[in-house]
């Protein structure tokens, strides 16, 4: 059982793992509660039921997803190109949202908020992809170009989940990268 001030976030850890593990359909308050260890009442104390709780998964989420995409951006080579830097940590996100799919649907699920600890996790996450974008937009509206990158990189992560093309399959998608070298090009 956890220590009586650490209950709310054993109650979400419980549900990140419910999530990776079986997908949406194993998050229940009664077993994130039974994962815990604890009274199936104290998720819904702690978090006025199931909408709350989700939301502060997906916070949870959030920050695994901004910690992933900036440790790959500081990993990063010094002198690598503002193209490969953006892939680089583009390719993080598709990945993410490939090996944690029931948690990435349920984070962008979440949004939009009112909860502002959500709100500001996933616009650091946001912020992250701004900076790269950064170079491209000397001659663009930033904000635009921005915006058909996140689309971009977000519809490529969710149209790919659980999808494996055969070599021999009509219906291919091209690369990744290809398609970003079309939008920045």
Request: aromatic fraction near 8%.
């Amino acid at each position: 059982m956890p220590v009586r001030g650490a209950l709310p976030q054993a109650l979400i850890t419980a549900g990140v793992a419910l999530l990776d593990e079986e997908g949406a359909e194993g998050l229940t308050l009664r077993r994130v509660a039974a994962r815990a260890g604890v009274s199936h009442a104290a998720p819904a104390h702690h978090f006025g039921g199931m909408p709350g709780l989700k939301i502060a998964i997906a916070t949870k989420g959030f920050q695994s997803f901004l910690h992933d995409l900036a440790a790959t951006r500081d990993s990063l080579p010094e002198g690598t190109s503002p193209f490969q830097a953006l892939l680089a940590v583009n390719m993080t996100y598709i990945r993410f949202a490939g090996s944690r799919t029931a948690l990435f649907r349920l984070m962008f699920d979440q949004l939009p908020t009112q909860d502002p600890e959500l709100r500001d996790t996933a616009h650091g996450s946001y912020l992250v992809l701004k900076g790269l974008c950064a170079p491209f937009t000397a001659s663009r509206p930033a904000a635009a170009f921005e915006a058909a990158v996140w689309a971009l990189t977000h519809g490529y992560a969710a149209l790919n989940i659980g999808k494996t093309y055969l070599p021999e399959s009509q219906i291919r998608t091209s690369s990744y990268e290809d398609a970003l070298r079309l939008l920045v090009g």
